[in-house]
């Protein structure tokens, strides 16, 4: 048995979406996790609910405890309650690796792979920085205080075939960009007039006539649209040959995505936003996806994960993890790349990842040339930074047995 003993979280003020939680046991293994966005009520529900369950209980009981965590009427979605039991979930199985001195991927089943290909997403170091989350208010656009090259939003935005030359000598073959997003706020994502369609598509026109085929291109819609303005972008972004559009509508009527998947050659990618394998069975059976996305630190955790990656296998439906949030995110979904056979690539944020990503974790995914594999050392294979507890900003929050 391995004893669960305190429960810590762990929050800066200067990333206020951010939170980790340390599952402490009684053998002197610590086991990590993180989620995104409202991490006051993240914390909030771990302490207040999570806690009083899981406090001396058998960390090693992974299955059922993904169960009662979700609550005694169940819950779905990717809310508050969803991405704290997310959070503890893949702390948990960091311990099952720890515990067994496995890296996670062979405690989640073994390796299909040693790496996996990248793609960027072509965020800049101060993306969704403030609470106010996915707006262009939130943008963090300032190239005049970038801390190193890779400001990518900024890039993608004004020099587009720059950047994807600077990806591609990287060794980067594949970028995500977001150029619609100013034209869905303006009217509510329920119309996009000519000359705001022709400024959202100058992007990939740069990219094409810089790198040509080269470069693989996806496009998020950041489901900000409705029905038939997603369908008029999709069909005008038709000659572009991308890899992917994603998220073009709202995630509350799923079946909304299955009107957009018949109507468009281009592929169709969502699911992030989701929580739980029901919403995501359902997704599957109603739509002819081209991939579906995963947030392994929003909708369930490992445990969740492992479930959907084969659901879709079944369907001959490739499967990827989310990154654009923090480092145990990219951690965790590396090690599902690792195990899941039906992944063919991993999202990055490459401004996170050689910039901030550093500072919080002690080991970080390895990227070389346009791949990442794993990091070594069991579990996750990764450890909060003893400097984040330095920080003025730290705000740390415990739930002990006993107490």
């Known amino acids: 048995m391995l004893k669960i003993t305190e429960i810590e979280t762990v929050r800066l003020d200067n990333m206020p979406n951010l939170i980790w939680v340390n599952v402490k046991t009684d ?42 965590m979700t609550g005694y009427v169940g819950r779905g979605g990717s809310g508050a309650e969803m991405r704290a039991m997310s959070a ?18 062979q405690v989640l089943g073994g390796a299909s792979r040693d790496r996996i290909r990248v793609y960027n997403t072509c965020a800049g170091y101060n993306y969704v920085r403030k609470p106010a989350a996915q ?22 935005l004004n020099e587009a075939g720059e950047l994807a030359q600077s990806l591609l000598d990287m060794g980067i073959n594949g970028m995500k960009i977001w150029p619609f997003d100013f034209a869905a706020e303006a009217s509510g994502g329920t119309y996009i007039s000519k000359q705001q369609l022709k400024t959202a598509i100058l992007p990939f026109e740069k990219i094409r006539a810089a790198v040509g085929d080269k470069m693989e291109i996806m496009c998020e819609l950041h489901s900000l649209w409705n029905v ?39 592929p169709i990618a969502v699911g992030e936003l989701l929580g739980g394998r029901g919403q995501f069975r359902d997704l599957i059976e109603k739509s002819d996806l081209g991939l579906v996305i995963m947030d392994i630190v929003w909708g369930g955790g490992l445990t969740e994960a492992r479930k959907v990656a084969a659901y879709c296998d079944f369907h001959s439906l490739p ?11 990219l951690a965790a979904s590396t090690h599902m790349a690792m195990h899941a056979p039906n992944i063919f690539v991993q999202e990055v944020v490459r401004a996170f990842y050689y910039d901030w990503y550093q500072e919080l974790v002690t080991n970080l995914p ?30 740390v929050r415990t739930s002990k047995l006993g107490e």
């Open 366 to 395: 390895p990227i070389d040339n346009g791949y990442i594999s794993a990091p070594e050392g069991s579990g996750l294979g990764m450890a909060l930074n003893p400097d984040v507890y330095k920080r003025q900003d730290l705000r």
């Open 319 to 329: 499967f990827s993890g989310h990154d654009c949030t923090g480092p145990v995110a």
């Open 88 to 105: 503890v979930d893949i702390a948990l199985w960091d311990l099952l690796g720890q515990y067994s001195n496995q890296p996670l991927y």
């Open 228 to 266: 038939p303005t997603a369908k008029l972008i999709c069909n005008a972004l038709e000659d572009f040959d991308l890899t992917w559009i994603e998220d073009p509508v709202r995630m509350d009527h799923l079946g909304n995505v299955g009107k957009i998947t018949a109507s468009s050659k281009t």
């Open 27 to 68: 053998q002197g293994l610590i086991g990590l996790g993180e989620t995104f966005f409202g991490a006051a009520a993240v914390e909030a529900h771990i302490h207040e609910y999570i806690a009083d369950y899981l406090l001396g209980q058998n960390a090693l009981e992974i299955e059922r405890h993904s169960h009662r």
């Open 135 to 156: 707006v262009t208010a939130n943008f963090g656009l300032n190239p005049s205080s970038a801390t190193g090259p890779y400001e990518d939003l900024e890039g993608f």
